[in-house]
């Protein structure tokens, strides 16, 4: 038991709002009625995002609300790094800014500090205690069956990441780890992870090829295989995600599941990040979206899901150099799109995808002599409509077999209604969501959608406020039309006894 002692963590808090209930007091069985759909939501997949504050011109509570509604978006894990006023025991917080507001504010999880154990290891030996502290909160307000009390960790406590049978946990952080481990399979709590995998292949260019770090498709060749298990991975996150899992096998622990906290791609960056662009942001976070939704599982684990919260909404145009740092969202801050993400058929998560278009492009890693046999196909037998790969027309540039094949190949997709089978050309197509447009070539798929994406964009525009985003202003509000799970982030102090 650790003496007592005043100590600050960052605390994250999930929880739902239903709007539609009222705020008088209500039947017992209402409030069961309550309970149970959230549970219930809580056992669902889920895409969330988070929403930093670091914003010049943060959206008020009220516009932020309509926004998300907008967007279809359920699950927002929020940061606020105020201080607190006064020495609290957890649980006078708890019953502060839970209990008083449960089942107003249906609550699914409480996250005590963020990455703690990386970026604050001298207050490690305090992190389970405080986590204790607050379980017994809720124990003693009888919401420990509803609410669940973990802490979001950083990727790098796993080390040896791939192959992901030989991952295993810092050794250096087990004495924290094992009965923290205990404490999440005791109380049906997940185990909580920052997990990048933009940062994986940056830091190992050269190993990690980029398509894999971007859930693109892959021939069998490319897909990186666990030599022990023999599993095929053909994206980075499952390996980390496995790696989390075997790490935990190896403390005995094998009934604690993933949820990712953190997730995603900046869209600009300095010079010496050159992978930091708008496209490669759309297919890593597109493809996370059909990913997690489409119930994928991993190799492991191909039964489980986890859900993952998207970093982050907003470009956080405050943040320190480098420009990637202000550069992860996915709007402006006056909340338009930084680019349109393509996750039609994947649920109704993100409403500035309407253009449910895909489009079919000649494969990666193909010999030209294979290519050039589709691309003789697709414009003969085939009909596509070649004239633009024609010397002189828009898309003859850069003339090679690969790019011609591609716009050939789209032709012949689109004209055939995009049915099964349409986007393979012998095992030498494959279908992307990325628009392959460019410069002033313009695939025969956009040209269907180029004035929609325009309405797109003033479509989600919502009013600016001055006003800062803070927790109380969420608890007050009592807005209405739809059910929207928020996570809270904020510096609480708390006493440990």
């Known amino acids: 038991m650790v003496n007592s002692k005043l100590t600050a963590f960052l605390v994250t808090i999930v929880f739902f709002f239903f709007f539609t209930v009222p705020s008088t007091a209500k039947s017992s ?34 516009d932020l609300v309509s926004f998300l509604q907008v967007q279809k978006i359920s699950h927002v894990r929020l940061y606020d790094a105020n201080p607190g006023s006064s020495n609290t025991t957890a649980a006078s917080w ?14 699914t999880h409480v996250g005590v500090g963020n990455e703690v154990l990386t970026t604050v290891p001298s207050s490690a030996p305090l992190l389970l205690p405080a986590i204790q502290s607050l379980y017994s909160a809720l124990v003693a307000a009888n919401l420990h069956t509803q609410i669940k009390v973990s802490t979001p960790h950083a990727a790098s406590i796993v080390l040896d990441t791939f192959p992901p049978s030989q991952a295993y946990f810092n050794q250096s952080l087990t004495s924290v780890l094992v009965p923290l481990l205990r404490f999440l399979s005791k109380t049906g709590s997940p185990l909580m992870m920052n997990l990048y995998p933009y940062y994986v292949f940056m830091e190992n260019k050269g190993v990690v090829p980029l398509d894999n770090s971007l859930f693109k498709p892959l021939t069998p060749s490319k897909e990186m295989v666990d030599p022990n298990t023999m599993l095929h991975y053909t994206n980075v996150l499952d390996a980390m995600i496995d790696a989390a899992y075997v790490s935990m096998k190896n403390l005995n622990v094998t009934d604690v599941v993933v949820l990712v906290t953190e997730s995603g791609w900046p869209s600009r960056g300095n010079s010496d990040e050159p992978y930091a662009t708008i496209d490669n942001a759309d297919t890593y976070n597109s493809n996370l979206i059909r990913h997690v939704l489409d119930h994928s599982g991993t ?27 202000a550069n992860w969202g996915l709007f402006y801050s006056n909340s338009t799109p930084v680019y349109l993400l393509h996750v039609s058929g994947s649920g109704t998560f993100l409403a500035n ?66 049915v099964p089978g349409s986007c393979d050309f012998k095992g030498v197509a494959m279908i992307t969501t990325i628009d392959p447009s460019h410069g002033s070539c313009v695939f025969p798929g956009s040209k269907k959608v180029v004035r929609k994406t325009r309405a797109v964009v003033n479509s989600t525009e919502v009013s600016s406020a001055a006003e800062r985003l803070k927790l109380t202003t969420f608890h007050t509000s009592r807005l209405t039309a739809t059910t929207v799970a928020f996570c809270i982030s904020l510096f609480i102090p708390f006493v440990i006894t």
């Open 353 to 418: 995808d309407t253009t449910n278009q895909t489009y079919c492009i000649a494969m990666d890693g193909v010999d030209s002599k294979s290519l050039q046999a589709a691309l003789d196909w697709a414009c003969g037998p085939g009909s596509a409509n070649c004239s633009e790969i024609q010397p002189g027309e828009s898309c003859y540039q850069p003339n090679n077999v690969k790019n011609h094949a591609s716009y050939a190949f789209d032709s012949y997709y689109q004209k055939e209604g995009k």
């Open 299 to 325: 190799p492991l684990h191909p039964e489980i899901t986890s859900s993952v919260f998207i970093y982050e909404l907003f470009n956080e145009d405050l943040r320190s150099p480098p420009v990637s740092e």
């Open 29 to 62: 069985t209402l409030i069961q009625q309550i309970k149970q759909q959230t549970q219930e939501q809580d056992k669902e997949l889920f895409v969330g995002v988070n929403i930093g504050t670091d914003v010049s011109n943060l959206l008020s509570a009220k």
């Open 94 to 107: 708890i019953n502060q800014n839970v209990v008083a507001y449960y089942p107003d504010t249906l609550i």
